[in-house]
């Protein structure tokens, strides 16, 4: 899945269709219904189902909430797992062409075997596309069905349905079952604050201010040791997208290094928490990705010692007026007092 589009600074939330508010029809007999996204959706699953956050590696930060929300449902030891993601993108104007695209990428695993439909999710508040592959995809974690999904504010939500070797055995069964939860999908009542203004976040004993431009969402993962604070620009589905990571903690790595780039870097001169520091810029392509992608990154040392030592800071955007724009937001953060 790729990030959403960055319109121009000062420009109007992107354009989003009208969603009517269809009132919720009943649910299969029996289940339960459970919130995902940290209240952005309700999703029916059987009996017995839970909540389980995916296991992340263990020096990185878990997903936040959010972000991503996993239900797993055990029928002994066949498994039905729904993975939920917040696509922080708009539908905009030609969304099942905009999801066409999206699923029949030459990259994707299985493209050509992948169908797309309208459906309307019976929980209400939704109207959807749903992705149907011809065959079961994948090998420990089969898809079995996916949907797009979007909101009265246009907002859109990508929701996948797995199944394990044991729950591929009876196909039948769990396809079945998959689909009567994506068509139980159901807005969950909380909304994107996309306002914009100032926020506050914990940086060891001290907080840092934070300004988020309008349509940026910030979430924050906690790490065993560090924090990470993501900060992404809300636009419109199929377009390259804009965000910025905040590391705090002691063991910073850089991006560049991480992903193993051989692509050039250009340095230049910044300031971060009011201290002069060098950016280091380059360009990259993503697989799959339609357009290259502009990263720019820099550590500080974080002045007072009463917290992490470092503050690593990369972009991640579409054009220069987005990272640019993103730079004025990393340079204005400064350290504050802990608000009592």
Known sequence: MLGGCSPPQGAEAPVAPVVAADAPRPDPAGGKRLDALGGRLRVWMPEGARVEARKANLMAAAAPVEEESRLVFDDGPARLVVMAYEELRTAGDDFERAVRAEVEKPSKEGAARLSVAPFTPRGGGLKGLKVVPSALLGTDALLARAAFVWQTDGTVQYVAVYLNPEAAKREARFVELADQILDSLAAGGKVLDLAGG???????????????????????????????????????????????????????????????????????????????????????????????????????????????????????????????????????????????
Do not use: C, N
Not at 278 to 289: D, I, K, N
């Open 198 to 340: 100032p926020r506050r976040v914990a940086i060891g004993a001290e907080e840092a201010a934070v300004t988020l431009p309008p349509s940026f969402v910030m979430t924050q993962a906690q790490g065993p040791d560090f924090t990470v604070y993501r900060l992404r620009k809300v636009g419109r589905f199929g377009q390259p997208g804009a965000g910025m990571g905040v590391y705090a903690g002691d063991y910073p790595s850089r991006q560049h290094t991480q992903r193993e780039s051989d692509a050039k870097v250009v340095e230049s001169k910044g300031h971060l928490l009011g201290r002069e520091i060098v950016w280091m810029s380059w360009t990259a392509h993503e697989e799959g990705a339609t357009a290259d992608s502009r990263w720019s990154e820099a550590i500080v040392e974080v002045p007072g010692g009463r917290g992490p030592r470092y503050l690593h800071v990369w972009i991640e955007a579409g054009d220069a007026a987005a990272e640019a724009e993103l730079r004025r937001v990393a340079e204005a953060i400064v350290i504050v007092p802990r608000a009592k």
